[in-house]
């Protein structure tokens, strides 16, 4: 029984509680149901207190202070909206894994069910979205509560708790003895320790017959999740598995840091926006190593098509799935394991190290040099480079922002909002320390970049922490930049500014015929915003000044902000549309039909251009000079096979040259919606200029066959030859015109080929 608490308000025995389980920080906001509490704290010389401009800031700070430090992030609200306003953050934590603590204020406990002010049902609101919740009853039980809301935040997976104080229990006085222990049991029963025994050896037995598969797979691979990096020394086991035996890995958008990208054996990040490398290899291995990984959607996407290689190989006994993971509801979930290894990733790989065999890269030369196939025919770098009007492309100012923070080591932690600047963050700046990339992976929520970067830096306080955001995203919290700045907090937040829902607009160009349905953004002037909040600020615009805009913002002191003036209508590719196979990847911005389309416009139009041409320049003259040697029925052949194929051609071209117009004016815009773009207009004036020669060619051709014909009657073929050789003189000066324009239709179409985003 603990007497310190005696004489103790609640409000006060939550202070101690918080210095015995060695909270450092609280993220919160004020409330009249949770005043006993604040007044308690008040002036605490033992932790700080970061005050938001709103709520739900609070607990995505507390996330990303859990992310980055590996300890539960603690939230105080109030009652009513201040503990729903929560409730994102909550559910974001529970999809993510993420260990946090809420403690909401509520009414006295004598006004529950009477709709009292301020009153909200928040234990039943929060049921579906913690790992566990509670309304404290007493303040005799609250010491144990406090324990018990920390021990479950942080075992097993971890996830997020709410603990909900009505005002009269953090307002009234202990005056007796307490236990403080966790009421969750800790100590195993006789029962209990005779299953836990036979599972011990169904367990040894268990990773035997996974390092048995390694040992004979040709084509593994590693698929390694967030329950690497979560799982104690998770990182280091993962490298010494795929060193041993010479694996490639592959990592989940929570997983990427788990493994080094600069390894020789990384594939970096697999699914839906990921490489097409990792998701050729996932598709073709024999046998797929699932490490604190729960196969989602993103990753999947159609599981009738997913992994063909090894649903094969299981199915002959030499291969398939094996699946490493903590929480038994996401083993066979989603796909079927021929192998589960239930518990922590990181103890029971550990386990399995013994039994599996080295093999050398060498070993494994015929597996990698096809892999190594893919990476030189798909690599991430094959996006279009070409810095339009100016236009930043976001790849390359996250690439040079990789290179400029890869000295660092593990003192960068990057933070993302949610949208295609996540993507791109995920794809091209390169991961190689765990906990360093901090996003909203589960339930994908906009806002969350700038508190969890707050959150991040708190926890971090020596770290470069940096924000990367799109536009649309960073609007959702923006005002946490001012919280920044009060506590002198030195995020450096990176705003991608394309003035639109990039993600959403990529969906709507591709599945809804280019209907941007409300999805263009009038943002403020970001700069004059971030001055108002006390936070210096720039804006780039131009692509040589990259370097020296990213250099300014890592090297400048306190919080600081860079509105970068992106490129519009730019994808993240690769993507793997919904419904399709992994290795059904869009790799290139331009689909093939597209491609082909104007290939076959720009060489059809180059051909008829220069057959004409050479017929003008080369055939007149010899015709001229060697009249004699030429019959009627040469000049009919000549003309019928030559000039009559050419309208053909022309013909074709202008289709295929349509055909383009169509996609250019489907994949371009001009302002906040569709429109006739350049490229539009371009191929429609190729198509034009290409399939004018067609009235020159038939009147040409019809004064030759009347000539002709005269040389198949009493016409001698002598004077048929003599007419046509003088005809085509004539004609000559309009035959080198005429040449010159499906010469300039293909000019123009290979140049319309660019401007398609």
Known sequence: MDESFIGKTGGEIFHEMMLRHNVKHVFGYPGGAILPVFDAIYNSPHFDFILPKHEQGAGHMAEGYARASGKPGVVLVTSGPGATN???????????????????????????????????????????????????????????????????????????????????????????????ESAIPSLP?????????????????????????????????????????????????????????????????????????????????????????????????????????????????????????????????????VHFEIMPKNINKVVQAVEAVEGDVATNVSMMLPHVEIRSMA????????????KKRWPLSDYERTERGGLIKPQTLIEELSKMTADRKDNTYITTGVGQHQMWTAQHFRWRHPRSMITSGGLGTMGFGLPAAIGAKVAQPDALVIDIDGDASFNMTLTELSTAAQFNIGVK??????????????????????????????????????????????????PEEIQEALRWLIESDGPALLEVVT?????????????????????MSRPVPYLTAVATGV????????????????????????????????????????????????????????????????????????????????????????????????????????????????????????????????WKALNLGRSLLPLAGAVVGAMSFFTIP
């Open 86 to 180: 929560v409730i994102t953050p909550l559910q974001d934590a529970l999809s993510d894994g993420t260990p946090m603590v809420v403690f909401c204020g509520q009414v006295v406990t004598t006004s529950i069910g009477s709709d009292a002010f301020q009153e909200a049902d928040v234990v039943g609101i929060s049921r579906s979205c913690t790992k566990w919740n509670v309304m404290v009853k007493s303040v005799a039980e609250l010491p144990r509560r406090i324990n018990e809301a920390f021990e479950i935040a942080t075992s097993g997976r971890p996830g997020p708790v709410l603990v909900d104080l009505p005002k009269d229990v953090t307002a009234g006085i202990l005056r007796r003895a307490i236990p403080t």
């Open 189 to 321: 029963s006789a029962a209990t320790r005779a299953a836990m025994s036979l599972s011990r050896k169904q367990l040894t037995a268990s990773v035997k017959r996974v390092a048995d598969l390694i040992n004979i797979a040709k084509k593994p691979i590693i698929y390694a999740g967030q329950g690497v990096i979560l799982s104690e020394n998770g990182p280091e086991i993962l490298k010494e598995l795929a060193d041993k035996a010479s694996i490639p890995v592959t990592t989940t958008l929570h997983g990427l840091g788990g493994f080094d990208e600069l390894d020789e054996k990384s594939l970096h990040m697999l699914g839906m926006h990921g490489t097409a490398y990792a998701n050729m290899a996932m598709q073709e291995a024999d046998l797929i190593i699932a490490l604190g990984a729960r196969f989602d959607d993103r990753v999947t996407l159609n599981v009738g098509k997913f992994a063909p290689g090894a649903k094969a190989a299981a199915a002959e006994g030499r291969g398939g799935i």
């Open 363 to 374: 070993d494994r030369s015929a597996w990698f040099d096809k892999i190594n196939g893919w």
């Open 493 to 542: 937040v990176i705003v991608l500014n394309n003035e639109e829902q990039g993600m959403v607009t990529q969906w709507q160009n591709l599945f809804y015929e280019d209907r941007y349905a409300h999805t263009h953004s009038v943002n403020p002037d970001f700069q004059k915003l971030s001055d108002a909040m006390g936070v210096q600020s720039r804006r780039l615009e131009k």
């Open 567 to 587: 490129d519009r209508k730019v994808p993240v590719l690769p993507m793997v549309p919904s419904g399709s196979g992994l290795h059904e990847s869009h790799t």
């Open 603 to 730: 060489i059809s139009a180059a051909w008829t251009s220069g057959a004409i041409a050479g017929l003008s320049i080369i055939g007149c003259p010899a015709a001229l000079d060697f009249p004699h040697h030429l019959s009627a029925g040469v000049w009919r052949g000549l003309y019928e096979h030559g000039f009559a194929a050419m309208p053909k051609f022309a013909a074709t071209t202008a289709a295929v040259y349509l055909y383009a117009a169509f996609e250019g004016r489907r994949r371009t815009t001009s302002g906040s919606g569709g429109g006739k773009g350049n490229a539009f207009l371009g191929f429609v004036a190729a198509a034009a200029l290409t399939v004018s020669i067609v009235p020159f060619t038939i009147a040409l051709m019809s004064e030759t066959n009347r000539e002709l014909l005269l040389a198949a009657g009493d016409t001698s073929p002598q004077q048929a030859t003599e007419r046509i050789v003088e005809l085509i003189g004539t």
